[in-house]
């Protein structure tokens, strides 16, 4: 019986050939392009979900009041997460990220890497960005150490292992030692970069990086301990800055508030970063999405339904010889 189904089945879809492709493409194409859209809506909200301590990191943005307008930021000055961490015992670590572009050079190999980050060491200790090869504690924390990623180390070494060779890093006038390979990062990582260099580097050629309060442009994040409350730790902030730059602030006639933004949220920030995202654009392709399915469904039942009155003498036959109401699958009832 069932192989005389399949048969009659057969028979139907190549007897109304234009009628089947039809009926079933729409279906088909309105069902792939909610699945295609399935697909875009979780990889944007999947941001970050990676990191195992992604609740307790924060990062920390400012904004920057003055009596003509105020300007919001994502990034702090170099000495700000340094002396929180000092201050707030609430706070377990920090890591400063400072991304520019840099000609980088091995012998005739030159490239002009757009995303080189200067971290601290514990950048590896905050987020979880997994090492291949080298010591995730010790890799940036010498000066003129650089971490590449897989596919940066490939480009420079070729299949060669890059433990303990130099790149000459041109425009800065250094050369920095390879101490880690890294895997290549995420496409959800709201931060890019493909090869990390120590910031202690940095600090080799501006020691007074940490006692610039009003030099912006770095990056910063915190990683509170387990149990730490946020919401204490953000009233403590303007409190904190008043005691370290009360006085600059009253002279400049500015104003500098620290807010700390969950990691979570960083990617849709309208602050900006690394890389952001639109969270209407998510919405709005998530009921589209719903409104192309159901379109396609009600298509599909429609033009069913209207070929259900052709049927009505096979059903009969089926109904002679016996047939229950499962064996009509669902057709014209009578």
């Known amino acids: 019986m069932l192989k005389n189904y399949f048969k009659i089945a057969i028979r139907n879809l ?12 729409g279906l088909a194409v309105g069902m792939s392009a909610f699945f295609l859209i399935c697909q875009y809506v979780r990889f944007e909200t999947s941001y970050d979900n990676f990191h195992s301590k992604s609740s307790r990191i ?4 400012t904004d920057l009041e003055s009596t003509s307008a105020t300007q ?27 991304r520019q572009g840099t000609l980088i050079r091995r012998g005739d190999i030159r490239f002009q ?19 291949v090869d080298g010591n995730a504690k010790t890799a940036l924390k010498a000066p003129f150490s650089v971490v590449l990623s897989q596919s940066t180390a490939r480009k420079y070494f070729g ?9 000459q890093f041109s425009d800065s006038g250094f050369t920095a030692t390879v101490t880690g390979v890294m895997k290549d990062l995420p496409g959800n990582s709201s931060i890019k970069a493909d090869l990390f260099v120590s910031m202690s580097t940095r600090k080799r050629f501006r020691d007074s990086l940490d006692y610039g309060w009003g030099r912006f442009g770095v990056t910063s994040y915190v990683l509170l301990r387990p149990g730490a409350n946020p919401d204490a730790l953000q009233a ?28 979570k949220d960083t990617y849709w920030s309208s602050r900006g970063g690394f890389v952001s ?18 379109i396609a469904c ?37």
């Open 58 to 61: 924060y990062r920390l943005v």
């Open 236 to 263: 403590g902030l303007r409190p904190f800055i008043k005691k370290h730059i009360g006085e600059k602030m009253k002279a400049e006639r500015q104003n500098y508030v620290l807010f700390l933004e969950p990691l």
């Open 159 to 167: 299949d060669a292992d890059p433990m303990g060779k130099t790149l």
């Open 14 to 25: 190549w007897r109304h050939r234009g009628f089947s492709i039809l009926n079933i493409a």
């Open 113 to 131: 890497e757009q995303a080189t980050v200067f971290a601290d060491s514990s950048l590896f200790s905050i987020f979880d960005f997994p090492l």
């Open 277 to 294: 995202g639109n969270r209407s654009n998510v919405y709005i392709f998530s009921i589209i999405g719903l409104f192309i399915l159901l």
């Open 72 to 98: 919001h930021s994502s990034s702090t000055s170099m000495p700000m997460a340094i002396h929180l961490k000092a201050d707030y015992p609430d706070v377990e670590d920090i890591v400063r990220l400072n």
């Open 298 to 334: 009600i298509n599909f039942v429609n033009l069913t339904t209207a070929r259900a009155a052709e049927r009505a003498k096979e059903v009969g036959i089926r109904k002679v010889i016996g047939a229950g109401r499962f064996q009509l699958g669902g057709s014209v009832p009578g």
